[in-house]
Each structure stands twice: as structure tokens, then as C-alpha cells.
């Protein structure tokens, strides 16, 4: 998982590394919040959390660790942080 600026989209976007080691952008998902600014996949992979630094929350998103696609868990933590996870 990488953290990378782009600009004032509100989206995630969903990488397949290709047996090269390249990307291949599969697609995007929308962050649920303003200003997505980190990400952690939690321990069992099956999650991504993700904060929202101008929203101030923290988005739950189940993930396929499959295909990597996400889907919104409507779970959403109220935070204070700009970088909870740092």
C-alpha cells in the first residue's frame, strides 16, 4: 500500500501488479470522506482503513483479497488526527 498525492480526488485507487512488477490501474473507489490521506490493511487483510484528513474520520472498507476490490462497511470512526496512523 502506498501514500501518494493526487490532487483533490476523493478516491482509492485499485492497483493489479502485473508479473513485470508494473501497476495496472483496475479501478477506484470512493474514499467516503474528504482528503484521503493514509491507509492500513489490518492484520487479516480482509480490511482498509483509511483517514479522511479533512473530514475527520476514519473509513472501514471490507476487502476482496482477490481482486482487491472494496466495499464501504458503513462503520466510520470519528477522528481528531490529521494522521492517526503515524
Known amino acids: 500500500m502506498t501514500n501518494f498525492s ?3 480526488a476523493n ?3 485499485i492497483f ?6 508494473s501497476l495496472k490501474l483496475k479501478g477506484k473507489t470512493d474514499a467516503q470522506g474528504n482528503g484521503p490521506r493514509d491507509f492500513v490493511i489490518d492484520p487479516t487483510g480482509n480490511y482498509l482503513l483509511v483517514t479522511n484528513q479533512y473530514s475527520d474520520k476514519i473509513v472501514i ?6 481482486t482487491g476490490a472494496l466495499t464501504d462497511t458503513g462503520e466510520k470512526i470519528k477522528s481528531c488526527a490529521v494522521h492517526p496512523f503515524f
Open 16 to 21: 493489479k501488479v502485473l508479473d513485470d512488477g
Open 61 to 66: 472498507f471490507k476487502r476482496n483479497q482477490t
Open 11 to 13: 478516491n482509492i485507487p
Open 6 to 8: 493526487r490532487g483533490t
